[in-house]
């Protein structure tokens, strides 16, 4: 077992892994059009808003959450898997972009850009604690399983069946900034959701055949929580394979969103998805992400994004205005 113990620069290692040894590379194997480095099986693309719940108490109203306003959003569900490999035991991602959001954003070129971008996962934790260590992992993955039991217990507890997309709780599991002197985390939790089949797990995309289904039969609602930081020791800032306590600090509705009925599958909305990028850095200054992971992010995704619109002919900035939820004539 040969297990490094540093990495000089883990977000310069880790983005060369992510772009030069995996985007790149398959880039260069015929890759097109360019998809993400990572959570590029898509799911599902949908339209809908974003709704800051009215009556925040006082200590809520930060940021976006200061006023009882409703935001146009696009979403992208997916897993990190690539295409053809079997679902079951996954992670599922979703990217929340809201659009006509007034403020100066933390990402660079982005700060005038009127666009606010959440990204959960359905697990709450991540399998290392920061960049250091994920560079560190990466380096000889098998060796650092061998030596680290925490991360061997969080991938196996990562490994589960998915009956829904829209049933699954979903978590930022990066911390940000509330505002100039608190610190939370993001959850989603589903509020009102349509029956859905019985999931057949060895079919190829059953999430995105239910996802389809659903949304072609009612509104989905689902709960957007804060989760303040109300303990520094047992809610750290920069290691991610600690859980916060939901006991010490219960998640706080501010939010809802809403996916209204659609059919995901019309007007090319996955094409018009897959040209939008996620980032935890395109918000407002008052919930700047945390952390060396966040840090890794913010120059991965942008990397990664850059590289997929140039090679797919796309343009290269936020859109300024949101794709309309139909066509009005």
């Given at each position: 077992?040969?297990?490094?113990?540093?990495?000089?620069d883990p977000?310069a290692e880790?983005?060369?892994?992510?772009?030069?040894?995996?985007?790149?590379r398959?880039?260069?194997a015929?890759?097109?059009p360019v998809?993400?480095p990572?959570f590029l099986?898509?799911?599902?693309?949908a339209h809908g808003?974003?709704e800051?719940v009215?009556?925040l108490?006082?200590e809520l109203k930060?940021g976006?959450f200061?006023?009882a306003k409703?935001?146009?959003?696009w979403?992208?569900?997916s897993?990190?898997?690539?295409?053809g490999?079997?679902?079951r035991?996954?992670?599922v991602?979703?990217g929340i972009?809201?659009?006509?959001v007034e403020g100066?954003?933390c990402?660079?070129?982005?700060?005038?850009?009127p666009?606010?971008?959440?990204?959960?996962?359905?697990?709450p934790v991540?399998?290392?604690n920061?960049?250091q260590d994920?560079?560190l992992a990466?380096?000889?993955?098998?060796?650092w399983?061998?030596a680290?039991e925490d991360?061997?217990?969080?991938?196996?507890?990562m490994?589960k069946?998915v009956?829904?997309?829209?049933?699954?709780?979903?978590w930022?599991v990066?911390?940000?900034?509330?505002?100039?002197?608190k610190?939370?985390?993001?959850?989603i939790?589903?509020?009102v959701?349509?029956?859905?089949?019985?999931?057949?797990f060895d079919?190829?995309?059953?999430?995105?055949?239910?996802l389809?289904q659903?949304?072609?039969?009612?509104e989905?609602?689902?709960?957007f929580?804060?989760?303040l930081?109300?303990?520094?020791?047992?809610?750290p800032l920069?290691t991610a394979?600690?859980e916060?306590d939901?006991?010490?600090s219960?998640p706080?509705?501010?939010a809802?969103l809403i996916?209204?009925i659609?059919?995901?599958?019309?007007?090319n909305?996955?094409v018009?998805?897959?040209?939008?990028?996620f980032n935890?850095?395109?918000?407002?200054?008052?919930?700047?992400?945390v952390?060396?992971l966040?840090d890794?992010?913010?120059?991965?995704?942008?990397a990664s994004?850059?590289?997929?619109?140039?090679?797919n002919g796309?343009?290269l900035?936020?859109p300024q205005v949101?794709?309309p939820?139909q066509l009005?004539?």
């Open positions: 077992m040969n297990v490094s113990t540093h990495v000089q977000i880790l983005e060369e892994l992510f772009i030069e040894k995996t985007q790149m398959r880039i260069r015929g890759q097109c998809r993400r990572v099986r898509l799911n599902g693309v808003r974003f800051v009215e009556d108490p006082d930060v976006l200061a006023q409703t935001y146009p959003a979403v992208r569900y897993c990190d898997i690539p295409d490999a079997p679902e035991g996954e992670t991602g979703l972009k809201l659009f006509g100066e954003k990402l660079e070129p982005d700060e005038s850009s666009t606010v971008d959440f990204l959960l996962q359905n697990h991540f399998f290392v920061d960049a994920m560079a990466f380096r000889d993955f098998a060796a399983i061998e680290h991360t061997k217990a969080i991938l196996a507890a490994r069946d009956k829904s997309v829209l049933e699954s709780e979903l930022s990066i911390p940000f900034h509330f505002g100039l002197q610190f939370c985390k993001y959850k939790e589903p509020e959701i349509a029956l859905g089949p019985e999931p057949d079919a190829p995309g059953y999430l995105k055949a239910d389809h659903r949304l072609m039969t009612a989905v609602r689902l709960r929580m804060v989760q930081q109300e303990d520094d020791d047992c809610m920069d394979t600690h916060w939901e006991v010490t219960a706080v509705h501010v809802t996916l209204p659609q059919d995901i599958d019309s007007r909305q996955s018009y998805g897959e040209t939008l990028a935890p850095w395109r918000t407002l200054k008052e919930h700047q992400p952390g060396s966040a890794a992010r913010k120059v991965i995704y942008q994004a850059t590289v997929r619109r140039h090679y796309n343009v900035g936020e949101e794709r939820a009005k004539p």
